[in-house]
C-alpha cells in the first residue's frame, strides 16, 4: 500500500507559476512510476505528466508541454510538478498517483493503482 499527499495548491494570477508536490509513504517510493493528472469541474480526469521510477523518461499531454515539468526525488520519496505560464484553463483539482509497473509511465488513469486526495489550483484571468 502506498499512501500520496499532494500539496502547493493554490490560486494564482494568469501567466504565474506553482509547484505542486507529492509525498509518499508506505513502500518504496523508486518502485513506482508515478503521473499527474487533473479534474476540472464537471469534466473528467485528464492525464498531465507521468514519469518512470527514475525520472529519466517522461511525458505530458500537449496542452502543458513546454509549461510544465515532472520531477522527482527518491530520496526524499517526492514527486514534483513545476508549472509554469499558468493559464485559467489550468483550473483543475490535481491528482498524483503511483503505479506499479515502475519501467514507465502512463497517460492512462486506469493503469495507477494508487491515487492522493487531490490539491486544488485556481488561475485566475
Known amino acids: 500500500q502506498v499512501q500520496l499527499v499532494e500539496s502547493g495548491g493554490g490560486l494564482v494570477q494568469a501567466g504565474g507559476s506553482l509547484r505542486l508536490s507529492c509525498a509518499a509513504s508506505?513502500?518504496?517510493?523508486?518502485?513506482?512510476?508515478m503521473g499527474w493528472f487533473r479534474q476540472a469541474p464537471g469534466k473528467e480526469r485528464a492525464f498531465v505528466a507521468t514519469s518512470n521510477w527514475s525520472g529519466t523518461a517522461t511525458d505530458y499531454a500537449d496542452s502543458v508541454k513546454g509549461r510544465f515539468t515532472i520531477s522527482r526525488d527518491n530520496a526524499k520519496n517526492t514527486v514534483y510538478l513545476q508549472m509554469n505560464s499558468l493559464k485559467p484553463e489550468d483550473t483543475a483539482v490535481y491528482y498524483c498517483?503511483?503505479?506499479?509497473?515502475?519501467?514507465?509511465?502512463?497517460?492512462?488513469?486506469?493503469?495507477?493503482?494508487?491515487w492522493g486526495q487531490g490539491t486544488q489550483v485556481t488561475v485566475s484571468s
Open positions: 508506505g513502500r518504496t517510493f523508486s518502485n513506482y512510476a
Open positions: 498517483a503511483a503505479r506499479k509497473a515502475y519501467y514507465r509511465g502512463s497517460s492512462y488513469s486506469r493503469e495507477y493503482d494508487y
